[in-house]
């Protein structure tokens, strides 16, 4: 597999670092997921049940082992997998790794060639580094919930946890180019992001907007904040969702409608005028959109070259023929919950293979990853007597 030359220790729990982790575990990376035994927190921890849907996507493709990183015994064991690993991924507090000796200096003691990568809600310094953090606490200070939802309606939390799983995403990223610097450097460096930073990088052109234009974004509800014709209108059956934009679209919108008349009037003779016109302009549109079915226009519309679509629930979604076609599940059979269906990462490679493995139970992996490390059979046993693995 792509990645399967790269060991990767996974401290991560909850969203974003465990998200990260898969990413690389889908590649075939060797991740070695650690937790405290069961003697040490017999509570679910933080991520949901374990038999559940969220946990047993979040952490599949891993090798799961218990170690008790706040014993001296367990530390000596983490540093001799650091020893012989590629990656480390944590997403504590950042005093909290350095309590537990996980830091990158103490990494780099026992490995020069290891990549940490450290995600936290609000980053690795300044006056809130020590605040826990929360997606939707960054999805509020990121901007994000200020620009979501109708306009007046207040701030309006995303429906998915955007920063959480775009940091994850960010910090995968960084994770490759310090494999790919290392080739050249032949050592590794610290990895840091956090929820706030991926939260506001993930407003893009609404944060620009400010900087460079100093115009304030705010709440467009299904409209898009600066192409128009676009959003949603009821059909005779459904949502219709259009995404119209620029000259060239606006005018196969009107003669794939029929309304060779609307543009050419002066109110919407360009796309300053439609964003000035835009309720009258949606009315028009609306008016025609509801004379026939959603599929009726779906099919018209694309032939036109106008993106637009039906507006799905889940179930639905699943059910399209071209989200059949890309084939989007993952098939994976439990051991204990037998078949399960989970999202595929969404890349393909040519030559690339994905690895389809159940979310380990925990320390499912523990004796064969220590006998890996070379810890003989009877120190195992002793080590699980004292609570250590």
Not at 95 to 109: C, H, M, P, Q, T
Not at 222 to 233: K, Q, V
Not at 276 to 300: S, T
Not at 309 to 319: I, R
Request: aromatic share 6%; with cysteine.
């Amino acid at each position: 597999m792509p990645l399967q030359r790269f060991t990767v220790l996974d401290l991560t729990r909850v969203r974003s670092g465990p998200l990260a982790v898969r990413q690389l575990a889908d590649w075939g990376a060797n991740v070695i997921k650690i937790e405290a035994p069961e003697a040490v927190d017999s509570s679910k921890g933080m991520g949901g049940e374990r038999d559940g849907s969220d946990f047993q996507n979040t952490h599949r493709n891993k090798r799961s082992i218990t170690l008790n990183l706040k014993r001296p015994e367990g530390r000596e064991l983490f540093y001799a997998l650091v020893a012989q690993a590629d990656v480390v991924v944590e997403n504590y507090r950042p005093d909290v790794k350095e309590r537990l000796g996980i830091d990158y200096d103490s990494l780099r003691a026992e490995n020069k060639r290891i990549v940490l990568a450290s995600i936290s809600g609000f980053g690795q310094f300044g006056p809130y580094a020590r605040r826990p953090g929360f997606d939707q606490i960054a999805q509020g200070m990121g901007g994000l919930m200020s620009v979501t939802g109708l306009p007046g309606q207040g701030p309006v939390r995303a429906g998915i946890p955007v920063a959480d799983l775009s940091t994850g995403l960010y910090a995968a990223i960084g994770i490759l180019i310090a494999l790919l610097e290392r080739e050249a450097s032949d050592e590794g460096q610290w990895v840091h992001t956090s929820l706030l930073e991926a939260q506001i990088a993930m407003m893009d052109f609404q944060a620009t907007r400010w900087l460079i234009d100093k115009e304030r974004p705010g709440q467009a509800g299904n409209n898009h904040p600066t192409s128009i014709p676009a959003g949603l209108f009821r059909a005779r059956d459904g949502v219709l969702n259009l995404a119209g934009g620029g000259e060239s679209i606006w005018r196969r919108i009107c003669s794939a409608l029929e309304l060779g008349d609307v543009a050419d009037r002066p109110e919407f003779s360009s796309e300053e005028l439609r964003s000035k016109n835009r309720d009258a302009l949606n009315a028009i549109l609306q008016e025609r959109f509801i004379q026939e079915p959603v599929g009726h226009w779906v099919r018209l519309l694309n032939q036109a070259g106008v993106p637009c679509g039906p507006v799905y629930g889940v179930d639905e979604m699943f059910s399209d023929p071209q989200v059949d076609a890309l084939d989007m599940c993952l098939r994976v059979q439990h051991k204990r919950l037998g078949a399960l269906d989970l999202l595929r990462s969404p890349v393909s490679l040519s030559r690339g293979t994905r690895r389809a493995e159940p979310t380990p139970e925990r320390g499912e992996h523990t004796d064969a990853v220590l006998k890996e490390l070379g810890v003989p059979s009877e120190k195992i046993a002793a080590l699980r007597a004292q609570n250590v693995i």
